[in-house]
């Protein structure tokens, strides 16, 4: 496939977020985020996966999403922001939220 044909197909986006939780907390919050992600991908359809990542010795936690589009992405905002007050108990300090264009899927 040419660098061409290439830039032409359909990219996905992803969104990473990186938070602290108490160490002894992260089962809860996995248990309090798992009923979030149907109504997630309910509320957004352009979701197409989550991955949650977690060091359980120092509670820290990388959330990964996978989006079909930007805009299906910025569309979930809201949805975004009420999971956040969901789960804010667990949060530790101000999590970070970086954006990427998905360049390779495996």
Excluded at 4 to 29: A, F
């Amino acid at each position: 496939m040419s660098a061409e044909e290439s830039s032409n197909e359909p990219r996905m986006h992803s969104r990473v977020n990186t938070g602290r939780v108490q160490p002894d907390q992260i089962d809860e919050l996995v248990a309090a985020t798992r009923p979030i992600l149907p109504l997630a991908r309910q509320e957004a359809p352009d979701l197409k996966s989550v991955l949650m990542l977690g060091d359980r010795s120092t509670g820290k936690l990388v959330m990964v999403s996978v989006w079909e589009t930007e805009a299906g992405a910025e569309a979930a905002e809201p949805f975004y922001q009420h999971a956040m007050q969901e789960l804010g108990r667990f949060i530790t300090e101000p999590p970070t939220r970086e954006r990427y264009e998905v360049l390779l899927q495996g």
